[in-house]
C-alpha cells in the first residue's frame, strides 16, 4: 500500500509525499536482467566512451594531498598519457579519450581541484556536510557547503540525516535539504541517501522522494564508505522514484551511483538499465554519473584491448 | 559399483579448470570429449577455455605473484615437496588416467608418475639454494660490494608440447615456481585429461590460490591470447608448431615477453635460470 506523509516547506506549504512499496522478488529479477546483455564490439566501446563521460573521479580519503588532487585532476584531464595515445592513435576503431565529468574532492581539496581544472570543462564536486557520517550540528555542516561553494565547487554532494530518517523525523531531512539547497547558491546538489544504511528497499523509495521534493538536482546513493554501496537493485529504485518525479511535476532529476562499480562490465549493466528504465534523454553526464576511482583504469583497459587486440598491464595507466 | 537396481553405472567426469585455487568452469559454457584411448568411449568431459578464461587466470596469477615470491624459499620449498607427496597419494588416480587416455601400461604410468616425483622434490631442493648457486659476488673497481642475484620474472605462461610428457609438465611448472613465478598452464589436448588429479595436487600442497593455474582447450584458439597478453612476462612455448612459435615471437614484442623456447625436459638448473632475471646491486662500503 503507498504511503503518503506530509510535510512542510519552508514557506510554510503543505508537501504531500507518496511512496509506492518496493516488490524485492521482482526489482531483483528486473534488475537481473540488466546483467544478461551482450554489448559486444562497437556498441560496447560506444559505451566505454561513454561511461568516461559520466564518470566523477573520486578521492576522498583521509591521506588525501594537494600533490594526490593534483594528480587526480590531471588524470581527469588526460585518462591516458600522451605517449599512449600516440601509440593508438593510428589504429583504427580509435578515437581520442574523453575527459571525464567531474573530479570528487573534498572541501579542503576544492581550490586545488578548481585551480587544476582551469580550462576545462570539468567540474569539480566537493562532499559537504560533515561527510560521510553527516553526524554534527546543522550550522556546522550549513558552514561545510558555503566554505566549498565559496572555493568554487560546480557541485555539491551532501548526506541525509541518516539518523532523524530512521527515527521517523523525516521532516527535519527535508528542512536540511531545503537549507543545504538554499546555501548550495548556483552549485548543483546531489544527495547522498547512503542506501546501505537505509535497511529497506521501501525506505530508499522514501527517502529519494523526500530528497526530489527538497530540491535535489541529483540524487545519489552512496558514500563509498558503507558497504553495500552502489548496486543494482537500489539504483533501479531510484531510477523509478526519478521517472515517477518527473511524469508527476515535469522536473528531470540526475542519478549517481557510487561506491562498488570498479570494473567497465558493471558500469555496462549501469547504462543498460538507464537507458531501458529512463531512456536515451538519461544517459548524458548532466543526468547520470559514476562515483567512481579505479573504473576509469577498468574502461581504459577494455578499450586498449578493444583497440590492439592486446589485454593491458596495470602499469599502462597511472594508479591515480 | 552396483547402482539402486543393482546395475553397474559409470559417470563420465566432467574436468573443470583450475584458476585462482578454485575450480570454475569455463565461462563460456563450451567443453569436449576426452576420449578412452584407441576407442571411441568417452573418459570425460572436459572444460574448453575462452581467451575470457585465459585473462581471468592471468589476473590471478598477477595478484598471487607479490605473495607467492615474497615467501620465503624455505616456504615454497615445503609446499613444493608437499606436492610430491601428495602426487605419490594420488599415483593410482593418475595411473588410471594414463592408462585410460593415453594407452600406458602400467609400468610406463608409474615411470611418468615417478619422474614427476622426482621433479618436485629436485625443485623442492632447489628452492632455498639456487640464488646461492647462480647468484655471485662481483669483483669491481672502487669501494663497492657488488652481487647480483635472480629474482622471480612474474607471471609465465606455459604452452605445453602436443606430445604428451608428465614428467616435463612437472619438471616445468615445478621450476617455474619455485623461484617465485607464477604460471599460467595451457594444456595439450592429448593427456589434459591429467588436469583433475594434478589440480587436486596443487589444491591440497597449502599453494596460495592463483600460483599455479591449469586450463584445458585448443591450443590454436588460445595461444595468441597468452603470447599477446600485456601481463604476462614470460612465455614458455613446448609445442612444436612453427607457426604458433612464429606468432608467440612476434607478439611477444609489445611488452618485451621472456620466450623460452627447448627448455630441457629434464629437471636441472638451466628450467630455473629460464625463468628468472638478475639484479645487481653496488652497496657503497667505507673503510
Not at chain 2, 73 to 81: C, F, G, P, T
Request: net charge neutral.
Amino acid at each position: 500500500m503507498q504511503r503518503i506523509i506530509s510535510l512542510q516547506n519552508h514557506n510554510g506549504e503543505k508537501v504531500s509525499i507518496a511512496s509506492p512499496p518496493i516488490d524485492a522478488v521482482m526489482l531483483h529479477e528486473r534488475a537481473d536482467s540488466f546483467t544478461k546483455r551482450s554489448v559486444k564490439k562497437q556498441s560496447k566501446m560506444d559505451a566505454l566512451y561513454k561511461c568516461i563521460e559520466m564518470i566523477d573521479l573520486t578521492t576522498l580519503e583521509g591521506a588525501d594531498t594537494v600533490g594526490k588532487v593534483k594528480q587526480l585532476c590531471s588524470k581527469a584531464r588526460f585518462p591516458i598519457t600522451t605517449e599512449l595515445a600516440d601509440e593508438l592513435a593510428g589504429l583504427p576503431n580509435y578515437k581520442p579519450i574523453p575527459q571525464v565529468a567531474a573530479v570528487c574532492v573534498y572541501p579542503s581539496m576544492v581550490q586545488t581541484a578548481k585551480d587544476a581544472l582551469r580550462g576545462t570543462t570539468i567540474k569539480v564536486a566537493s562532499v559537504a556536510t560533515a561527510f560521510p557520517a553527516g553526524q554534527i550540528p546543522l550550522k556546522t555542516r550549513l558552514q561545510d557547503v558555503k566554505d566549498a561553494v565559496s572555493a568554487g565547487a560546480d557541485e555539491i554532494d551532501m548526506v541525509i540525516n541518516r539518523g532523524a530518517f530512521l527515527a521517523g523525523d523525516y521532516q527535519t531531512v527535508f528542512d536540511e535539504i531545503e537549507q543545504v539547497k538554499a546555501a548550495c547558491d548556483k552549485a548543483h546538489l546531489k544527495v547522498i541517501l547512503e542506501t546501505g544504511e537505509l535497511s529497506t528497499y521501501d525506505k530508499v523509495r522514501l527517502a529519494s522522494e523526500i530528497a526530489m521534493e527538497a530540491g535535489a538536482d541529483f540524487i545519489k546513493t552512496s558514500t563509498g564508505k558503507v558497504s553495500p554501496a552502489a548496486t543494482i537493485p537500489v539504483t533501479l529504485v531510484m531510477l523509478q522514484a526519478i521517472l515517477d518525479f518527473y511524469d508527476r511535476t515535469g522536473k528531470i532529476i540526475g542519478m549517481k551511483p557510487a561506491g562498488g562499480i570498479r570494473n567497465a562490465k558493471q558500469a555496462i549493466h549501469y547504462l543498460v538499465m538507464v537507458n531501458e528504465v529512463m531512456g536515451p534523454r538519461w544517459l548524458t553526464p548532466d543526468l547520470f554519473r559514476f562515483g567512481a576511482s579505479s573504473l576509469l583504469n577498468d574502461i581504459l583497459k577494455q578499450i586498449y584491448k578493444q583497440v590492439t587486440g592486446r589485454y593491458a598491464y596495470d602499469k599502462s595507466f597511472s594508479l591515480d | 559399483m552396483a547402482g539402486l537396481n543393482g546395475m553397474n553405472t559409470t559417470v563420465a567426469k566432467t574436468i573443470k579448470l583450475y584458476i585462482g585455487g578454485a575450480f570454475p568452469r569455463t565461462e563460456s559454457g563450451r567443453s569436449f570429449p576426452v576420449y578412452a584411448h584407441d576407442s571411441k568411449k568417452v573418459y570425460a568431459h572436459l572444460c574448453r577455455a575462452s581467451r575470457k578464461d585465459v585473462r581471468n587466470a592471468v589476473s590471478i596469477a598477477k595478484s598471487a605473484l607479490a605473495g607467492w615470491s615474497s615467501r620465503s624459499a624455505y616456504n615454497r620449498s615445503q609446499i613444493l615437496y608437499r606436492m610430491a607427496e601428495m602426487t605419490e597419494g594420488k599415483r593410482a588416480e593418475f595411473v588410471e588416467t594414463f592408462v585410460q587416455t593415453l594407452g600406458y601400461s602400467q609400468e610406463q604410468s608409474n615411470g611418468a608418475v615417478d619422474q614427476a616425483i622426482d621433479a618436485f622434490v629436485y625443485y623442492a631442493g632447489f628452492a632455498d639454494k639456487y640464488q646461492q648457486v647462480i647468484g655471485s659476488v662481483n669483483p669491481v673497481t672502487g669501494p663497492h660490494h657488488n652481487f647480483t642475484t635472480p629474482e622471480a620474472v612474474g607471471v609465465v605462461a606455459l604452452l605445453c608440447s602436443d606430445e604428451f610428457d608428465f614428467g616435463q609438465l612437472v619438471t616445468r611448472i615445478a621450476a617455474i615456481t619455485c623461484s617465485g613465478n607464477t604460471a599460467v598452464v595451457l594444456l595439450s589436448e592429448n593427456g589434459a585429461a591429467v588436469l583433475a588429479p594434478l589440480a587436486e595436487v596443487f589444491a591440497t600442497s597449502d599453494l596460495p590460490g592463483g600460483v599455479i593455474n591449469l586450463l584445458s582447450g585448443f591450443m590454436d584458439e588460445l595461444y595468441l591470447h597468452m603470447a599477446s597478453h600485456m601481463e604476462v612476462d614470460s612465455i614458455c612455448c613446448d609445442c612444436n608448431d612453427t607457426k604458433i612459435i612464429a606468432t608467440v615471437k612476434e607478439e611477444a614484442v609489445h611488452n618485451l615477453k621472456r620466450v623460452v623456447l627447448n627448455s630441457p625436459k629434464e629437471p636441472g638448473l638451466q628450467n630455473i635460470l629460464n625463468f628468472v632475471e638478475f639484479k645487481t646491486v653496488w652497496h657503497p662500503v667505507g673503510d
